[in-house]
């Protein structure tokens, strides 16, 4: 069943496959805010401080709330009447789009905030790209989320700086991290073919002017940190085409038990 387009007038104007393009990217765009929130979520109760407990749960939670706006947007463009909790608790790991860095495990505090920094990073200037979307929805998702992912770059590169020059304990902590997870930073702006298209059309942000502000501010904040940017790192890819590390399939079986165990159970 489809929706009427009067609930949505803005669908009238996608062809159909335009309309199926921009579900699977929205879609991408959402497995990628819940598989990392989920992530940030394992920390609540075992933070290294209380305040950074709480910050790390308020981080999960703004990415939540980014989520449940584009899996709305993503049901409406499929129009096939699934909703966002179908989406979210009832597809399996290679239907899932998130790209690889967001699935890799918490590891230690220097691991989740390096993963962490290398997405907030992409995440506030792909937001600030898409505030002039064609595409008035993701521009106006874009808007809210955009203020939520200020404060998370900031966060992240704050403790980038404090882990690189604070202890020798820390900084091997960090360069460990950065080490381990840079190889998954080059997937979230190597376009995809779906991603391309959509870009040929004007219809998502150019991912080359991304990269371009992603480079300037983690060469400021690693400067900062007196840790080096790494050079001529290959770049792991696969997480976009629904092809994904073993972790994944250990999140969805936690983040979907309930509603596999109690299909369409309600509170």
Request: proline share 3%.
């Amino acid at each position: 069943m489809e929706f009427a387009s009067s609930e949505n007038p803005a669908l009238a104007n996608y062809a159909p496959a335009v309309r199926q393009q921009l579900f699977q990217f929205v879609l991408q765009l959402a497995d990628t805010s819940l598989v990392l929130g989920h992530r940030l979520s394992e920390w609540c109760g075992h933070g290294p401080i209380l305040e950074q407990d709480l910050a790390m749960a308020n981080i999960a939670l703004d990415l939540l709330g980014e989520t449940r706006s584009l899996y709305q947007y993503a049901a409406e463009l499929e129009g096939q009447g699934r909703t966002e909790d179908d989406l979210a608790y009832l597809r399996s790991a290679t239907e899932y789009r998130n790209p690889l860095l967001v699935e890799q495990p918490n590891g230690d505090f220097a691991d989740t905030v390096v993963r962490q920094f290398l997405f907030d990073n992409f995440h506030y200037h792909f937001l600030k790209q898409l505030l002039t979307n064609a595409d008035e929805r993701l521009a106006a998702i874009a808007e809210k989320s955009l203020k939520e992912a200020t404060y998370h770059l900031k966060w992240s590169s704050e403790w980038i700086i404090r882990l690189g020059d604070g202890t020798e304990e820390s900084r091997q902590r960090v360069e460990k991290a950065i080490a381990e997870l840079w190889r998954f930073s080059g997937e979230l702006t190597m376009p995809t073919a779906l991603e391309k298209e959509l870009q040929a059309a004007g219809l998502i942000p150019d991912y080359a002017e991304i990269q371009a502000g992603m480079a300037a501010h983690a060469e400021q904040v690693l400067a900062e940190a007196t840790l080096a940017v790494p050079q001529q790192v290959f770049m792991l890819t696969g997480g976009k085409d629904g092809r994904h590390t073993e972790h994944l399939g250990y999140i969805l079986t936690e983040l979907q038990y309930m509603q596999r165990t109690f299909p369409g159970l309600t509170w």
